[in-house]
């Protein structure tokens, strides 16, 4: 049983209706139709015979016509989605810097107050995920979708100067959390709309490099407004820090609105073989074409399919200790503070590991997509930050520890966009699943920095024993998640070796030949 592509005369893409056995007056009812795709969602569909344009090309002619396409797309889409997740990010995560400038005092924070402050975000944001991709699938307005979602976030962050109590402050924190929720999960399923399973862990990490950027630029632009602009027309240096930042993040967000396009099938900006080819290669890549599947499937039925597949959840568990890992990233600044500098000095300091990140980060991606392994680029990296951890906690001394620092964030994040490809690479289809699979782990992941943001009260300094233990013990949580997801990928490749169905890949009928079975889909691994 298969899906087609049967062009009608409007030349747009319609449901084929005998592919899923509906016949007679059923073929107008949209929940049998529905139901229909749902009990048919696992098949295995067959290949589908590339377009006219491509099918023309000589293999050279291909090649470069597909080098020129992903330049192209990565002209397009690539700059834009970086320096909004570099505001994202940066709205996100500016509180402690906000703290050093003088937002504790100023709103006469007591105790435990700030970590929740901190930790209120993740409650909004983890609510919100899957709805928001279950939503971004179902619309398929991504180019809309996203900048609009931005410009509203960038008007809460800017309302976060002028809070005036601490309840206020943890009101439009949660809000926040709830609004900058829709961007990172859109945006991975956003990019694997467009690009290969084996470019995506680059493209992946490019996009997360705006998380480490904004990482280092955030220190020097608070050093900057604290150092100049505290006091300026009445308002501390905190108030102008949110003030500026949720500006600029606004203003990005009406230019990337302009700029953004939505998926292959409906950019302008493609010539039309351009556009057959960026459409065939991904179908190419995974051996099928979604499209028509995922416009027919019911809103949570891609959320439904996700949870049945225990891949997901070894997934879900080894990015939480990844991000539960990572959340020193949250205070990072503070725990700097520790090594004795003054607050100028310290945010000044919390740049270089964010630039060592970015570089590891491109390099072990790039990696990552010309070998197409995966489990190796995630694990060393995790091993370099528990080092890292260890070592933190060992030393008082002012070089370790500052070389510990330089190592942690790095040693976190250079695995964790390797894994955030992966998801994608072994749950490609149906498109819906596969934006509920990253919503569901991206937001369930984020938990962890909920507790983790107790770990670091002023007391526990300048060690933080608790905290760099449990970081410790969920870097190793991950690698151990990594390890068993790879040995179930390698079984499952086997099969389809053996041309045995396999759910979620598109495997080839039972009895082709290996030789044939081995040019079919599998798991990177």
Known sequence: MGVEIENGHDGKDEFNHTAYGVTGDEKFN???????????????????????????????????????LVRKIDFRLLPMIILMYIMNYLDRNNLPSAKLAGLSSDLHLTGDQFNTAVSVLFVGYLLMQVPSNLLLNKIGMPGVYLPCCMMVWGVV??????????GGLVAVRFFLGFVEAAYF???LFFLSSWYTRKELAFRTAMLYSGSLISGAFSGLIAAGITAHMDGDRGLRAWRWLFIIEGSITVVIAGIALLILPNFPRTTKWLTEEERQLAIWRLQED????????????????????????AKMWILMIMLTGIVSSGSVTNFFPIVVKTLGY???????????PYVLAVIAT??????????????LHVVLPLCVGVAAFILGVATTSTAPRYVAMMLMVPGVYTGYVVVLAWIANVMPRPPAKRAAAQAAINAVSNCSSIYASYMYPDSAAPRYTVAFSVDCATAALAII?????????VRLNRKLDRGEHVEGAVAVAAGVPDE???????FLT
């Open 30 to 68: 949209p929940e049998f139709i529905d139901s229909a795709v749902v009990a048919n969602a696992d098949v295995p569909i067959r290949q589908l015979e590339a377009p006219p344009l491509v099918r023309d090309l000589s293999p050279e002619d291909r090649v470069v016509l597909e080098r020129k």
């Open 157 to 166: 962050s800017g309302a976060t100067a002028g809070c005036q109590t601490y």
């Open 185 to 187: 999960p859109g945006c």
């Open 286 to 309: 995974i051996g099928t074409d979604d499209w028509v599947g995922s416009e027919q499937q019911s809103f949570f039925h891609g959320f439904k399919l996700a949870a049945q597949d």
């Open 342 to 352: 003054n607050n100028i000095n310290t945010l000044l300091l919390s740049a270089p």
């Open 362 to 375: 491109f390099i072990n991606a790039w990696h990552a997509d010309r070998t197409g392994e995966r489990y």
């Open 481 to 489: 998640m990594a390890t068993l997801l790879r040995f179930i990928l």
């Open 516 to 522: 044939e079975a081995k040019k079919g889909f599998r």
